[in-house]
């Protein structure tokens, strides 16, 4: 029942803009330290933005600066402000949802391309 659903992927060029959207749902959201992390083929999945319960955030080195993390405790949604995308962006981008060590959950992922 516990479910993290993420929206606004797509395609866009370079130097464009994104805002991805992460749907949560039967979990106490305030307590949760949610993430986004990416996966490109071949590669290792990554943490790219993270904003905990109390709205500290942590950004990879590679997208600080551009991206911005935030979350909206009423609604229950985390964002990522995705600007001056560049092609290494592209991935899959799952939202994450973490309390301690007692709940870990996952989205399905949105696929973003940035290519011209």
């Known amino acids: 029942q516990v479910q993290l659903v993420e929206s606004g992927g797509g395609l866009v060029q370079p130097g464009g803009s994104l805002r991805l959207s992460c749907a949560a749902s039967?979990?106490?959201?305030?307590?949760?330290?949610m993430a986004w992390y990416r996966q490109a083929p071949g590669k290792q999945r990554e943490s790219v933005a993270s904003i905990s319960s109390d709205f500290r955030t942590n950004y990879a080195d590679s997208v600080k600066g551009r991206f911005t993390v935030t979350r909206d405790n009423i609604r229950e949604k985390v964002y990522l402000q995705m600007n001056s995308l560049k092609p290494e962006d592209t991935a899959v981008y799952y939202c994450?949802?973490?309390?301690?060590?007692?709940?870990?959950?996952w989205g399905q992922g949105t696929q973003v391309t940035v290519s011209s």
């Open positions: 039967e979990i106490n959201f305030n307590i949760y330290t």
């Open positions: 994450n949802g973490k309390y301690r060590d007692v709940a870990d959950y």
